[in-house]
C-alpha cells in the first residue's frame, strides 16, 4: 500500500493545492491501485446528528483506477457511503435511483452490473458496513432520527442495536467484531460527536474513551489497531496503552475523518484548510505531518476514501442473549468513579427511562451496600439514566445522557461512569452476599411481559 501512495503522489502534477487538466476533476491517468471515494457539492458532516441531510445538494461515487476515473453509479441521481467488501469484489453504498427517493442501502459489483438494493426503509437508511456471516449494518432513519440496525444480505427480518433519544452512525467494523460508531455526548442527548462500540447484537454499548471533550468523530481503526479520528484540533488516536486521546501531528484545518491508513506513516485523508473551501483528498504523513494533494476539485467535496483491495473479515460476535423483555445489571461499586464520591455517602440509586414524549420518567430505586455495589433488573431496550443519592436523598450525581441493555443481557459495570480501561477489584460484592435476586425496576413497561429466567 506504501508503493500505492508513492506512486499516486508522484503522478500527481500539482497546480495551487488542486489538480490541474480539462475537467473540474482531473486525476492522473496512472494509478497503482484502485480507490473509491464520494464526490459532493456540499458535505455536512455533523448533519446527521439531527436526522438531517449529509449530502443536501446530492453526490456521487468515483472510482479511481489504472485505466480512468470513472463513476460507480452513473444511472443513479446520488450515491455515497462507498465500503469495499472483504473480498474486495463488491461495494455497499447508499443511494438514491431517482431524485424523489430516500436513500437506501444498495450492493454492486465493482466491475459493475445491475446495483441490488439491499433496504426498504421508507425514511431512508444511510452509511452501511459489512458485517461478518453475510450481514450488514446501516443507519435507519426513525420519526426523525438516526438508528443503527443489522440485517442479512440476502433479506429478513432487521435488527435495531440502538436505544436512546438520540441519532447513531456507524464509521467503522473494528476487528474484534464491535461496531464503531458516533452519537451525540451525553450519549442521546447532546449535539457533540463522540465515540463509542458496541457489539452487532445490540449489548455492551459504551463510550470508547472517557475523557470526554471536545468533538471527536469519523473514528476509523488503523493498521495498527489504533482508532484515529477527527477533532476539533485536527486529528486525534486512541491507542491501547492510553485511557486518554492523544493528538496527531497534523496541520491545521478540517479533517472530514475517515482516514484510510496506507503504511506505517502514510495516510489518505478528507482534509481542508477552513470552512470556505472544498474537502480534498491529501496524503498526509503521521511522523512529519507533512502533507500533499492527491486529487482535488474546485467545485465539489471529496469524502470517505476506501481502497478497493481485500481485507481482514473481523471476528464474528458470539450472542448470549435471550427473549426476555429485561436485562440484569451489577454494579461492582459504585465509587469506583471519574467523579470523587466520600466513602459511605452513597446509599441509593434511582433509575429512569423516557416517557411517550421523551421526557424521563422514574422506574424505581435500590438500595446501594456499603462497598458501592448494587444488583438490578432493567427494561429491555429502552433509554436508561442512573441517578446516586446520599443518606440524605440528595442527589449526587445523575446521569446526563442515556444507554441501553438489550434483551436477555447480563451485564456487569466496575463502577459507575469508569472507562473500559478499568478492572474490578477481585472481591465479592456485598450485595451477591445478601442475594442474588436483583431488585425490579423494570416497572410497568416489562412488568406484564417477563418469562422464565
Known sequence: MRRLVLA??????????????????????????????????????????????????GAQIMIQDAKALRQLMPG?????????????????????????????????????????????????????????????????KVDGQFVLETAPLDGGPSLQLTHTPGSALATDVLRD??????????????????????????????????????????????????????SEHGLGRFTSPLAHAVDLNAPAGEFAGDVLSTSSDDNVVAWRPDSKTHYSLQVWNSRTGAIATLVAASESDLVQPTPIVPRRVPNQHPSGLHEWNYANLLCLNAYTSKYSFAPGTIAMMKLYTTNEAGKPKLLGSSSVEPDGSFFIQVPADRPLQIELLSRQGKTLKREQGWWWMRKGEQRICVGCHTGPERAPENAVPAVLLKTTTPVDLTGAIAASHKGGR
Open 8 to 57: 499516486l503522489i508522484f503522478l500527481v502534477f500539482v497546480a495551487c493545492g488542486v489538480w490541474v487538466g480539462v475537467s473540474a476533476q482531473s486525476p492522473s491517468s496512472e494509478v497503482a491501485a484502485p480507490l473509491v471515494y464520494t464526490s459532493a457539492t456540499t458535505y455536512e458532516r455533523a448533519a446527521w446528528l439531527s436526522g438531517g441531510e449529509r449530502f443536501p445538494a
Open 177 to 230: 467484531g464491535r461496531i464503531l460508531f458516533e452519537a451525540g455526548y451525553p450519549l442521546g442527548k447532546g449535539q457533540s460527536p463522540e465515540i463509542y462500540t458496541v457489539y452487532s447484537d445490540g449489548s455492551g454499548v459504551e463510550a470508547y474513551r472517557c475523557d470526554h471533550g471536545s468533538p471527536r468523530q469519523g473514528g476509523k481503526q488503523s493498521d495498527t489497531g489504533d482508532i484515529v479520528f477527527a
Open 76 to 140: 443513479f441521481a446520488a450515491s455515497a457511503d462507498p465500503i469495499v467488501s472483504f473480498d474486495g469484489t463488491k461495494i455497499l453504498f447508499s443511494g438514491k435511483r431517482d431524485a424523489k427517493d430516500t436513500w437506501q442501502v444498495w450492493e454492486v459489483a465493482i466491475g459493475g452490473g445491475e446495483a441490488k438494493r439491499i433496504t426498504q426503509c421508507s425514511s431512508g437508511c444511510i452509511r452501511p458496513f459489512y458485517l461478518p456471516a453475510n450481514q450488514l449494518v446501516y443507519a435507519r
